[in-house]
């Protein structure tokens, strides 16, 4: 009720305007940073946009990046839907390498695609799988969906490890990874870079999410839960079941960046490929504000500052790599964190010539 | 009972030398379009019980809270021993002497009763010193109030009535002379709420100034010197205890609706619809909420259910809906046993729809679009897409129909449930109630906070709906819609029935049911 004192603002100001002025800022702030260190800001930021948006290879490294972000993202958003701040996106996709290389190595003797179907959907199982407990144990149980999912995330780690040692390393090999999987691969499209098809499931993906949401009796009954739980019991709907299901579905979308990755990418499991994916997911789905035309447009910018960053480190020694993190981060920051923080200027903009 | 009362009749009497303890002056407090606070006067005469008496919602949380800093009131002022302060949080009433002990405690339950006595009083980077001191202070209060309580107990392992005690010994700790009690027996046994109210009694013996926050008729007569009654926002009456009765009480809160007469024809009751017998529900505490409970409501008749808030009607209607699974006893529809399905859904397909007491809470999702909320608790009727999916067109042209049929404006099916007023937001959830040929319309507030477009609209629509052989439960506050819309009317007291009445019965002595008193009893033995 006390928000109202601040009005309503017309959509477009939501969807648009407030999430653009707050990258302007962030970037204006990393700007002073590359300033304190010694570079050009403004030549800086030229490198990094023409490292991905400059040339086919930086485009197609960017929309390989964004591909993942776009199922994490994803992941995140649904389970934001049902209000439930879904911390283990990482622990999903990593524990979901392990579908996708079971069916990649062990269905060679069956027809490519269906074995690579069933490799898909063995990712999004094994995802749902680990969504689901902690899911579980919110409904059941009552332990703390952030904290389970955090723990989930450990676990996973060093469960692959152990896997990826024990089982999966071939003997004799000292890498610590599978063998390749040479039976299925998700279609390179522009060899050398990693763009795979999987962005085409990405793609699909996102319509699916917006689909569930918005026009399912399942995805209102996931809203419902979410913005208001006793109404929906009022409504006979069962929020714990709600919460189970959400939670499965979310570590199912957060699944799918493993077949990217294990059969899009390096074809065989290897050690960490989520490489911290699954937390960017959460500035994506924050940023793109749970909605799935955001979390892809969200995505793509951070597939842009990961692949523009990097050919910004390799240009500018003196900003290392981590530096680009501290850029994305205050995106983070300014978008997710910060999101609201511009939010009375504007309104106090728009409202000046009401209330005179 | 009432014997320690004539030793104070001189008290209650505010002497013409002495400052109120606390006056409140104009006290005006707005929250958005709630108006909570409608310009409150009220002066604490020193050394006194002063009731607040009023319904949920009737203001009387929000001025305490303004007294005790929570809120800063829009306009009033406040006076503490005939001086204006300015409190601003609740560091600055408790520098004033003012202490209060919240409905829900504030203790830290793995703390001693010593540790939680002077939390916020430390004083110094060394705990000791303080405690020392609180150990001596704490003896003397035992003494002097009969506050017993063991200091090195851990008060999480205390049975409520003596957390309690810790919360009082806390603001007494702390200087307090005014003790502010927001419903202070609601989680008390009637055996603990006694030896507060002796407590209470010996604190103002002893010169402080004690306030009560209720909705409990008989607490008030049992152990104030003089009572306000507040009713939507506004200060109505401030009188003596001893000069009033739990029935003048009772009628002075619930007070008159805008309701304007209604046309109603004799009612044709058919069969039986809905049958309670020896309904119980206990809550978690295993406190009956709902007791031995038994009525019927025939098709085409509405039983009204009257009764001052928070005495079992709320749990009644969760239980008839589903919401809440009996203790004992059985809920028949049309003869079927639905008490332990306990599943929302389930009734509703049974033909059971449920108009709830708080629709921006309850009865509406608030964010979603008007069409989707429409469509709560049906959104898996099949009429309205396939297995798993919602077909949109559907959704919208029952929304639709569903607002021209009860005239909800603006007729925006895609604005936000939120942006519609009260009335039109109570329009929308009978709309979807009614509107699928229910059995058994149950239906709590019907015209609560609604505007006076719907105000006429909505009981009419009720008494429509009872001519077309509906059988209609109703809970109200509003006495008057009670007996204008109903055909007959059950009196809860304290989760128990305390009798039937027919409409035109007078309001009298329908005040005196909802004080719990039966007819041939003498009023003043609500006292007791």
Redesign the interface.
Known sequence: MMKKVHGELPHWVDTALIPAVNLVVALLVAGLVVLIIGENPLEALGILLKGALGSVRGWSYMLYYATNFTFTGLAVAVAFHAGLFNIGGEGQAYVAGLGAALAGLGLEFLPWPIALLIGIMAAMAFGALWGFIPGYLQARRGSHIVITTIMFNFIAASLMVYLINNWFRPAGRMAVESREITHISLVNLLPPSPLNAAVFLAGLAAWFTWYLLWRTRLGYEIRAVGANPEAAVYAGIKPQRVIMITMAISGALAGLMAVNEVLGVHHRLILEFAGGAGFVGIAVALMGRSHPVGVVLAALLFGLLYQGGAELSFAKPAITRDMIVVIQGLVILFMGALEQAFRPVLAAFFFAPEKA | MVSDRPARQDRSAPGASAPPAVELIGIDKR????HANRHVSLAIAKGSIHGIIGENGAGKSTLMSILFGFYAADAGEIRVNGRKVDITSSGDAIAQGIGMVHQHFMLVEPFTVLENVVLGAEGGALIGPALARARGVLERLARDYELDVDPDAIVGTLPVGLQQRVEILKALFKGADVLILDEPTGVLTPNEADHLFHILRGLRDQGKTVIIITHKLNEIMEVTDRVSVMRRGELVATVDTRDTSAAALAELMVGRSVLLEVEKGEGKPGAVVLAVEKLTWRDSKNVARVKDVSFAVRAGEIVGIAGVSGNGQSELLDLI???KRPSAGTIRLDGQEIGHLA??????DLGVA?V?EDRQ????????EEC?SA???W??DPAL?SA???D?GKVEGRAAADMAAFDVRPQDCHLKSAKFSGGNQQKIVLAREIGRDPKLLIVGQPTRGVDVGAIEFIPRRLLELRDQGKAILLVSVELDEIRSLSDRILVMFAGEVMGERPPETDERELGLLMAGVQPGDRPEATAS
């Open positions: 929250f958005g379009p709630v809906a589903g919401l599943d929302p859904a389930r009734l509703r449920h709830p809470a309850r009865g509406l999702i608030m964010p979603f989707e469509i709560l608790g959104h898996d897409g798993l999916w919602l949109r």
